[in-house]
């Protein structure tokens, strides 16, 4: 992306440089945090004994919203970018 195809112009197109990145952290972020929250689950919080509201055993340990919350509007957003530059000009305007 930082060496032009079209050699005429010999411009860097940052737009599209910007959209890969968002969609490359908008995959990873997910990732990591389903990882983390796996490993949460299953290493630290094993012998959870249960409660009243929760059943016992590694997934009755209640994850923090906030990272539940990036975790399941990472990957729809990272799809709509690429739906996005599907339909866009930034493709077409390398030939």
């Known amino acids: 992306m930082l060496n032009p195809v079209n050699t005429m112009k010999r411009t860097v197109k940052w737009g599209l440089i910007a959209h890969t990145t968002a969609m490359f952290l908008l995959l990873t972020v997910p990732a990591a945090i389903g990882l983390a929250l796996l490993s949460n689950e299953y290493i630290n919080n094993r012998d959870f004994p249960g409660n ?19 975790y399941n509007l990472g ?9 996005g530059l599907l339909v866009s000009c930034i493709p077409n305007s390398v030939y």
């Open 52 to 70: 009243d509201t929760s059943p016992p055993g590694p997934l009755g340990i209640p994850s923090p919203n906030v990272l539940v919350v990036l």
């Open 75 to 83: 990957f729809p957003l990272s799809q709509w970018l690429a739906d």
